[in-house]
């Protein structure tokens, strides 16, 4: 168990729906990253919060969003959502993050979208 | 383009074996990288490298990096079915901390 944790596990939809997935950080931790994992594409990076601020952001549509909270929990928002989108998503925290450290990512459980 | 090409794609072994699992990569801004570990859900961190030569270990499992060729090595030796996984390596870019990832190797250890 990493510490962080992703609600909900599974997400079945249809498509043009919107959905929000959510993300808490380990204890501590200042920084949220996302990921979408899809069997063709590997575990593509999304984006990076760190204490409230988006710190990177990549391969992300602009049809999805995401804000990181005072709490420092997460959310990571789908909207008109396409078959292609079915997907495993992570949420990953770490201590810091900020431009001149180095730490370590650690994954939640992650959540399984499937849009129908 | 900044990419992270990991090879073999998929691996079968007999229990005991040793396998080397192989990263390589072209990231302008180098700062790290990692190594992790994926069974049926989230990927769990094995090793981080940073400076060439040195070798991470951890039980049966370790890895080097070579910052001149630009690649590193996860060798797992006397492999028991349990390690069984998607191997992941990812290369941390230092100019904006992403993650660039590479696709995996799938390795299936038989008894």
């Known amino acids: 168990d990493s510490g962080v944790t992703q609600t909900p596990k599974h997400l079945i939809t249809a498509t043009g729906q919107r959905v929000t997935l959510r993300c808490s950080p380990r204890s501590g931790d200042l920084s949220v990253y996302w990921y979408q994992q899809s069997l063709d594409q590997g575990l593509q990076f999304l984006i990076h919060?760190?204490?409230?601020?988006?710190?990177a952001k990549g391969n992300i549509l602009e049809r999805f969003s995401a804000q990181q909270f005072p709490d420092l929990h997460s959310e990571l928002n789908l909207s008109s959502l396409e078959l292609g989108d079915s997907a495993l998503y992570f949420c990953a925290s770490s201590a810091r993050g900020g431009a001149t450290s180095t730490d370590t990512q650690y994954f939640g459980p992650g959540t399984r979208l499937t849009v129908l | 383009e900044d990419k992270v090409v990991q090879s073999p794609l998929s691996l079968v072994v007999h229990e005991g074996d040793t396998v080397t699992l192989n990263c390589s990569y072209e990231?302008?801004?180098?700062?790290?990288l990692l190594w992790y570990k994926q069974e049926k859900k989230a990927p769990t961190f094995l090793f981080m490298l940073?400076?060439s030569g040195i070798e991470k270990k951890s039980g049966r499992l370790s890895s080097i990096l070579d910052k001149k060729e630009l690649f590193s090595i996860l060798n797992i030796t006397a492999t028991q079915t349990g390690d069984s996984a998607i191997y992941l390596c990812?290369?941390?870019?230092?100019?904006?901390?992403?993650?660039?990832w590479g696709l995996g190797t799938s390795l299936a250890v038989n008894p």
């Open positions: 919060y760190y204490n409230g601020e988006e710190r």
């Open positions: 940073t400076s």
């Open positions: 990231v302008t801004n180098f700062r790290s």
């Open positions: 990812a290369v941390e870019d230092g100019n904006n901390r992403k993650l660039i």
